[in-house]
């Protein structure tokens, strides 16, 4: 009787794995096999997923109206964001993780009120001290936000994974002579790499897809993003699907590369590390 209860929970679970599948492929499917049509077989049959006729024009196309630069810009923010929050938010949680002093507590409850903030409630204030410091309708007035608003789910992530490093391996670099900034680099560091790799593809997957502060701060075609740029691919009267889909297709493959091959380093770090302490 167990066993035949266990086949039909497996068979349930597999049945709704499935339907799951299916809901969240189909558009993806659709997305791709759109892209490599031409508007007339679109317009001739605009829900199917088939390919009677297959065409690389949507993309050349995409491509000369500026689609390759809102790509580099978005490297270039993206990347340098996350790089900045590795940096900061390792550096920040190693006080507040191994060292104990009267403000410890404050000053990391003060990061964790930071996680409560709207965002979208600061692009006001934001959007006037990017104008104060000449930074309007740059790439440096998306980072600087980018990286403030990164930081206290990232000092989070780091503080639990240092707590759990043992303090012997502290103390055996004491004994060596090793100073705190010596200690960080070769002791904490390299046993945080869970917390590096979750960090690094939490806010990647973040910045990659914002639109909101870049749409505030940024004006000029030449420094847009690409989830800004995305909009240079509608008309002011109609829309070119095949056209959108081919750019949505190209948007899209970053994060999936990183999703395929990270997600369990994502899952694992936030699991293991994290929900501790």
């Known amino acids: ?7 039909i929970h497996k068979f349930l679970i597999y049945i709704f794995a499935l339907i799951l599948v299916i809901f969240t492929g189909y558009p993806f499917l659709y997305m791709v096999t759109t892209s490599f049509k031409s508007m007339n077989d679109f317009f001739l049959n605009p829900f199917s997923i088939s390919l009677d006729s297959m065409t690389f024009e949507q993309y050349v196309s995409v491509f000369e109206k500026g689609l390759f630069n809102f790509f580099l810009n978005s490297i270039y923010v993206t990347v340098g964001s996350v790089i900045l929050v590795v940096i900061i938010s390792a ?6 993780s191994r060292l104990n002093f ?6 990391f409850l003060l990061f964790i009120v930071g996680m409560m903030i709207p965002i979208h409630a600061t692009l006001i204030p934001i959007f006037i001290m990017s104008n104060n410091f000449d930074l309007y309708d740059s790439l440096l007035a998306l980072i600087g936000p980018y990286v403030a608003f990164a930081l206290p789910i990232s000092i989070f992530i780091f503080v639990q994974f240092m707590r759990e490093i043992p303090v012997e391996l502290e103390e055996a670099a004491k004994l060596d002579g090793a100073g705190y900034w010596r200690i960080f680099i070769n002791v904490i560091f390299p046993n945080v790499k869970p917390a590096i790799s979750t960090v690094v593809i939490y806010n990647f997957v973040h910045i990659w897809n914002e639109f909101v ?4 701060l ?3 075609q030449e420094e847009m993003t690409l989830p ?15 056209g959108l889909m081919a750019a949505l297709t190209l948007a899209s493959l970053p994060i999936i590369a990183v999703f395929i091959f990270s997600q369990e380093r994502v899952v694992r770090g936030l699991t293991s590390g994290s929900v501790k302490g």
Do not use: D, H
């Not at 009787?1 to 086949?7: D, E, I, Y």
């Not at 009267?102 to 000053?107: A, D, G, I, Q």
């Not at 502060?213 to 505030?216: G, K, Q």
């Not at 740029?229 to 109609?238: A, D, H, M, T, V």
């Open 218 to 220: 940024i004006q000029s």
């Open 1 to 7: 009787m167990k066993s035949v209860t266990k086949v």
């Open 228 to 242: 800004l740029g995305l909009q240079k691919f509608y008309g002011e009267f109609s829309v070119n699907v095949p």
């Open 91 to 96: 550096l920040a949680s190693y006080p507040l």
């Open 102 to 107: 009267k403000l410890n507590r404050p000053l």
């Open 213 to 216: 502060f870049a749409l505030v």
